[in-house]
């Protein structure tokens, strides 16, 4: 646990009400996105159509190689042997 998750969690137990702590998970889910968005923007800005990249779907399996096909908000299109795959930008990088 790093130094700041060890610092949140003292504080959360100085919370008293319901309502305190559902302030607290608004926050946590505002920065969620925030961050969310921040890695797809650096995800996006690394790759362009054409690119070769490389990404694992599950652990069971072995990596995936494929060829950009159209970049969307927070997925691309990837042609993976002739067949199109959606995949989120922040599973994948450039080879």
């Known amino acids: ?19 305190e702590l559902n302030d607290v ?5 505002q920065t969620q ?3 969310k968005v921040a890695n797809n ?3 996006r800005a690394t790759m362009v159509v054409g690119d070769k990249v490389k990404f694992t779907s599950d652990s069971r399996f072995a990596d995936q190689f494929g060829t950009i096909l159209e970049i969307k908000r927070s997925k ?8 199109r795959w959606n995949c989120p930008l922040t599973i994948m990088e450039v080879v």
Not at 1 to 19: G, H, N, P, W
Not at 25 to 29: A, L, N, S, T, Y
Request: aromatic share 0%; hydrophobic share 45%; glycine share 2%.
């Open 76 to 83: 691309a299109i990837v042609d993976i042997d002739g067949q």
């Open 25 to 29: 998970i608004d926050c946590v889910k």
């Open 1 to 19: 646990m790093s130094k700041t998750v060890s610092k949140i969690a003292k504080l959360l137990v100085d919370i008293e009400t319901i309502a």
């Open 33 to 35: 996105r925030h961050l």
């Open 41 to 43: 923007r650096n995800a």
